[in-house]
């Protein structure tokens, strides 16, 4: 069985039979049927499907965001804001797919040569908790634009999320099995990789599991996209707007309890405005609510499941047990459910366990440093390369210093997000390949050329 926990609460929501090899090959058959007719269908036939997307997520929005919060324990304003964001993203790609995989004509010897995007097939989604809609359909609704079918394996404590998906797609007039949704254990998932229906992966999760996805579908010879891990670093140097960065600092850790793979966690700060940003982020951390995710105000919620409010601990302990200074939080809370006090730590080194390992939760590690150089070196002294924050009033240092940094993608000033209008992903151990934008459109399609020769 799959259950459904209230982490709130810790109550037993609902309980799913987890399906068996009859239905997965179902499920497969329906998607593999769906996609041959999709595939043949114009853009713009596509295209009237995100556009229906958009109107049912609206229409559910309630719903949706209520469904959210109760599997995963993001307060509800957050997950509000994730359903609207699903929406225009749904918006942006059915303005924008016809553009995007319309013909490139390239000038050769030919008398006509082209680069044409065409759709791979079906596409195997491994999708995670955080952000149980926007992780799914930021992937899934340019997929499905190209061309390709997608099947959906969702985390197993967001079940009734994944169920509404399928309802979304239902609602909306998709063809029936061109979004499956499959409620599996873990376990099952290889086969469903190497099983020839699939045409490629998109996984979005750990560093640790992602390898594993990789070499699987590697060893299948099928694409992957994977957007993993991350412990992104947000740089203050001496000539920035401290109060405006530290203003910021505190919604770029703490947003979705912390709880994102692109959430700052390393705040690397010149030694000149060390103090001064210390005081101002943990006076606006000790202010957060923390409290039911349901309730209007609430900042912080449980995180989404025990053991990893039990590992974030850890983390802590074994961070100031190292010579960490504990400025805020640092400790389990009483009340029932999975509730961390949101945590500031201070004069963190470069090799304590908050700064070598991504924090999963409510957890921020200031790392003080001498100047620009070092802060650039810091940033980088990381397995991962997810997203990075810039602060400076110095905007031609700051272009140049943005081309030093690991990540794939600088924020100047601002709080890293994804944005449907730009390309989304990382590298080293943070994964490869993209979605969003017009590159993660064109990443589950075949580039292929078409070369015509001169008449005889």
Known sequence: ?????????????????????????????????????????????????????????????????????????????????????????????????????????????????????????????????????????????????????????????????????????????????????????????????????????????????????????????????????????????????????????????FQNTGQSCISAKRFIVEHAVADEFADAMCGLTAQLVVGDPMACGTDIGPMARKNLRDELHAQVLATVKQGATLRVGGHVLPQTGHYYAPTVLDHVGVDMVAAREETFGPVAAIIRVRDATEAIAVANSTEFGLGAALWTSDMTRAQRLSRQIEAGAVFINGVVASDARLPFGGLKQSGYGRELGVHGLREFTNIKTVWTGPAV
């Not at 595939?39 to 958009?54: G, K």
């Open 1 to 253: 069985m799959i259950h459904s926990v209230n982490p709130a609460t810790g109550e037993t929501l609902a309980s799913f039979h987890v399906h068996d090899s009859q239905a997965i090959d179902k499920t497969l058959a329906a998607a593999v049927a769906a996609q041959q007719s999709w595939r043949n269908q114009s853009v713009a036939q596509r295209t009237e499907l995100l556009t229906s997307l958009a109107r049912v997520l609206r229409e559910r929005k309630t719903e949706f965001a209520k469904i959210i919060t109760l599997e995963m324990g993001k307060p509800l304003a957050e997950a509000t804001g994730e359903i609207e964001k699903c929406a225009v993203t749904c918006d942006y790609y059915a303005s924008h797919a016809a553009a995007f995989l319309t013909d490139d004509v390239v000038a050769s010897n030919a008398s006509d040569s082209r680069i044409v995007y065409d759709p791979l097939g079906v596409v195997l989604a491994i999708m995670p908790w955080n952000y149980p809609f926007w992780q799914v359909l930021r992937g899934s609704v340019p997929a499905m634009a190209a061309g390709n079918a997608v099947v959906l394996k969702h985390a197993g404590n967001v079940p009734q999320c994944a169920q509404a998906l399928g309802s979304l797609f239902e609602e909306a007039g998709a063809p029936p099995g061109l979004f499956g949704v499959l409620l599996v254990e873990s376990s099952a998932v290889r086969a469903i990789i190497e099983d020839p229906r699939i045409a490629a992966v998109t996984f979005t999760g750990s560093t640790p599991v992602g390898r594993a996805i990789a070499s699987q579908a590697g060893n299948a010879l099928k694409k992957q996209v994977l957007e993993l891990g991350g412990s992104d670093p947000f740089i203050v140097l001496a000539d920035a707007d401290v109060q405006a960065a530290a203003k910021a600092a505190v919604k770029a850790r």
